[in-house]
Structure formats: C-alpha cells, structure tokens
C-alpha cells in the first residue's frame, strides 16, 4: 500500500511538472514570474513589450485606448535613430526615447493624424534603445525630463 501511494506521489508530481512546463513552453513566462513593468512617480505601469519586427511595426495601433496604468515598450538591440509615427492610432500619447534606460527625447501629447493627413514621423535627438509609449499627459504629470532614469523591469 505505502509503494501505490509513493507512485502515485511521483505520477503526480510528474503529471503537474509536465502542465507547467508546458505552459511555460506555449507562454513563454509562468504566471508567478514578474511581468514587465515600469514606476512613473508613485504609479506602476504595466508594459507590454513589442519584440518582433511585426509587433513593433502595429505597436498600440490596434487598440482602441490604454489604460492609465499600461503602456508599450519597444526594445531594439543597438541604440539608433529609431523613427516612429502615429499611423493608425485613435488616441495621444507621449512617446519616451531611452538610452540605457535614461530619457533622451520626450514628445509629449502626440495626436494621432486626420484621416486626409500623413502622419509626422518622429526621431530622438539623439540614438535610443528603448521607447517608452504612454498615455499622453503621463510624463508631464510625473515631471519625466531629458537625463531621468526610468527603471523598466522587463
């Protein structure tokens, strides 16, 4: 009897190891892990992170508004001059550029087009590795200036 109950202790510890490994194969994260996110003044802000060439492409073009306390982080490999524009998008934002994690450029409350205009296409003054999009308002509302280093836990 004490053999059937340690097998069936190790079936299901084995049963329960192959659920969460495979939905950490099919997630890629566990639900315990931390999820990326970011502290504007006393606000946290949950990012969610744009890593191929087609999410960062679409960025938040697809969503009809963002919550107060969720944004987008895009993440490139090598800093760059890296342009981004508001095609597509049906409510401001600011956008944030960022060089190891420090604030390079800052376009506040940027609008989305008309429908007859094309878009203007924006580029940091100097080269970023990270953009930050939040709402519009955000980085004024929590004094974000040129040189502060933003904590991003991705």
Do not use: C, H
């Amino acid at each position: 009897m004490k053999r059937i109950l340690i097998l069936f202790g190790v079936l299901l510890f084995l049963i329960v190891a192959i659920k969460v490994s495979g939905d950490y194969i099919q997630n890629k994260s566990l639900p315990f892990f931390s999820k990326p996110q970011t502290v504007l003044g006393t606000k946290t802000i949950n990012l969610t992170v744009a890593k191929s060439q087609k999410e960062k492409q679409i960025g938040l073009s697809d969503k009809e508004s963002l919550p107060q306390d969720q944004g987008m982080v895009f993440v490139f490999q090598k800093p760059g001059y890296y342009s981004f524009w508001m095609r597509g998008m049906k409510f401001p934002i600011d956008i944030v550029y960022l060089k190891n994690k420090k604030i390079v450029t800052i376009f506040e409350n940027v609008q989305p087009p008309a429908v007859d205009q094309n878009p203007e296409i924006l580029n940091p003054d100097e080269p970023a590795d990270m953009v930050l999009e939040i709402n519009a308002g955000l980085s004024r509302k929590y004094n974000l200036k040129k040189g502060d280093t933003i904590r991003i836990n991705l």
